[in-house]
Structures are given as C-alpha cells and as structure tokens.
C-alpha cells in the first residue's frame, strides 16, 4: 500500500520561502518521478515541476526562477521549495507519485493529503 | 502551449443518468490524456489513463475513448459518491497541463 504524507508551515508572510516535504510510505521509490501540484482556493489545478529519480526537475515556467523541487533517496522523501511568495502562491499543495511509461505517458497515481498555504501580510 | 477545454464547465444529474464530459486539447495529442475525480475537501483521484485504460480499483461505469484533439469521459450509471469535479490532463508536452474541471451536481 503506497501512501504519501506531506507536511509543511501553512501561514507565511509575503516574500518568505514556501517549504513543504512529502515522504513516500511503501513501494519503489528510486522507480517512479515525483511531482508537485498546487490548487488555489476554489479553482482548479496547477502543475508546479516533479523530479526523476536521477534527480533532475522539471519546472512550470511561470514559476521556474522561484521553484526548487529535490529529492532524498535515503530517507524517500522529496521536497518543494518556493521563494518570495505572494498572495497568488495561497494555495493547497499536493504532491504525487508519477507513473512515467514514457514522457508523453505519464499519470500521477497517488497523491499526498494536501497542505493548505497561506500567503498574508 | 497546449490548451486544455473542458465541457460544460458544469453538469446536474440525477443517480442513475448516464452523464458524458468533453476535453479538447487545443493540439493533437494523440492519446496522453487522463481523467481525475475530485471530491470536496479530498485530493484527485486517477479514473482513466493513456485516454482509456482504467485505473485500478476504480469502477467500471468510468469509461474513457478519443483521440487527437477530442476525449470523451463517460460515467455510465451515476452513483451518489459520483458528484464531484472531473479534470483532464494531457501529458503529452513536458507541461502536464489539467482542464479548468467539470463539476457534477445533482439535480
């Protein structure tokens, strides 16, 4: 049974780092690429980047230059990280494991239990 | 970019309907399509993947079919816990873009 517990600080202030892990509990870790996905307060959802298990990440472009997405194959964990955020980035975030049979063949099977951030002054 | 377009943006339906919803990439591709159910307060769950294949566990009455530029999700005989939102998700460029979502309501 896969499971995916996510957590991180969910109240920040404008212009701080957005910081959320997402440990993965049962399967391979080292076998699929993990992702990050952000939906904000009653709309719909947003790809943020995901990472192979080489460790080489994939970023949304409109949020390439603040975004950092890693990985920690000793402990399976996998992290996000974004900087000087804004009102916008106020958003629940998921993260997910990715099945990846080829680029163009992906799906994200099992997701995280969300983490509500919030972005106020 | 690819441009993903959900129809109709909502839907009422009554248990028992046979309900269908529509995405329409704005490119072709090909068959790098999937469909997720969200349900209030909880996180996507996968439906259909590579535009037909059904995930595991999940029931029978989701159906996916379509091609190119034009996918259809079928939900055959409506179930209560079947009132949620239903996205696409084309995975066909790096950017794995969702539609804007189909929420599905009860009449």
């Known amino acids: 049974q896969v499971q995916l517990q996510q957590w991180g600080a969910g109240l920040l202030t404008p212009s701080e780092t957005l910081s959320l892990t997402c440990a993965v509990y049962g399967g391979s870790f080292i076998d699929y690429y993990w992702t990050w996905i952000r939906q904000p307060p009653g709309r719909g959802l947003e790809w943020i980047g995901d990472i192979n298990p080489a460790g080489i990440a994939n970023y949304d472009p409109s949020l390439r230059r603040r975004v950092t997405i890693s990985l920690d194959t000793s402990t399976n964990q996998f992290s996000l990280r974004l900087t000087s955020v804004t009102a916008a980035d106020t958003a629940m975030y998921y993260c997910?494991?990715?099945?990846?049979?080829?680029?163009?063949?992906?799906?994200?099977?099992?997701w995280g239990q969300g983490t509500l951030v919030t972005v106020s002054s | 970019d690819i441009q993903m377009t959900q129809s109709p943006s909502s839907l009422s339906a009554s248990v028992g309907d046979r309900v269908t919803i529509t995405c329409r990439p704005s490119?072709?591709?090909?068959?790098?399509l999937n469909w997720y159910q969200q349900r209030p307060g909880k996180a996507p769950n996968l439906l259909i993947y590579?535009?037909?294949s059904l995930q595991s566990g999940v029931p029978s009455r989701f159906s996916g079919t379509g091609s190119g530029t034009d996918f259809t999700l079928t939900i055959s005989s409506l179930q209560p816990e079947d009132f949620a939102i239903y996205y696409c998700?084309?995975?066909?460029?790096?950017?794995?873009?969702f539609g804007q979502g189909t929420r599905l309501d009860t009449k």
């Open positions: 998700q084309q995975t066909y460029s790096i950017v794995p873009l």
């Open positions: 590579a535009a037909s």
């Open positions: 997910a494991r990715v099945v990846a049979a080829s680029m163009m063949d992906r799906r994200f099977d099992y």
């Open positions: 490119q072709n591709i090909g068959r790098s």
